[in-house]
């Protein structure tokens, strides 16, 4: 367990699990992958308990993605049995409702983990961005297949390939999100959107979510190709050489 995550659970039968490390702008380590993996896996247990998750960041910022020092020093052995990749696969199989309440920077699985969301809110000043290739890595979380399926492919080549940064509005109309809400009111918000959730009926609310998202075994299938391809990309010179840049602008 870690202080950097904070799960609580809230009234109405919501889960709140809240990144706690502002000092390193919420950057995700194993350890907090495994606190998130476990908060879902813990609510799905809950059966008569918890009926929604909501992610949240702390003092106006979502995660700037992995802290790519605790990437450099796992680039010498297998993503497969990562914590990063554990939590991305409990994910898509999570059978409870997720809410993600996103402001100031969601980069890399800051984004990527909101496709998986069934709700997402976003405060104005929320900024997205996935700079895989800038990393010399691959997409990941089923990115490749889940975003052109959302926004279309071109734009979806644009977002990933490019991996430049866009704001509430645009990940609006871009499908993405479901609405841009005030930051004070945000949190508020997705928590009273998580209690509509677990308030309604929870076998036909299951069956309406596995019918809305479709083919698991294709999400899954991509989640295996991009975690081959991530784990031979994250140990490449080029990669090594970004993390080492990334890192050498952090010391100054």
Known sequence: MTDHVRITDEPGGVRLVRLARPEKKNA????????????????????????????????????????????????????????????????????????AAVDGLAVGVGTTLTLHCDLVYVAPAATFRMPFVDLGLVPEAASSYLLPRRVGLPKATELLLLGEAFGADEAVRLGLANAVVPADGLLEHALAQGAKLAAKPRQALAAARRL???????????????????DAALRSPEAQAAFQRFLSRGAR
Do not use: C, K
Not at 62 to 85: C, H, K, Q, W, Y
Not at 212 to 227: L, Q, T, Y
């Open 28 to 99: 995700l380590t194993g350890a907090m992958y495994d606190a998130m993996r476990e908060a879902l896996e813990g609510a799905d247990r809950d059966a008569s308990g918890v009926g929604a998750v909501v992610f949240a960041g702390t003092e106006g910022v979502f995660t700037a993605g992995n802290d790519i020092a605790d990437f450099v020093s796992r680039a010498e052995r297998s993503f497969g049995d990562a914590p990063s990749l554990r939590f991305i696969r409990q994910l898509a199989v999570t059978r409870t409702p997720m809410v």
């Open 212 to 230: 809305i998202r479709g083919d698991h075994a294709a999400v899954s299938a991509a989640m295996d190709a991009e975690a081959a391809a991530f």
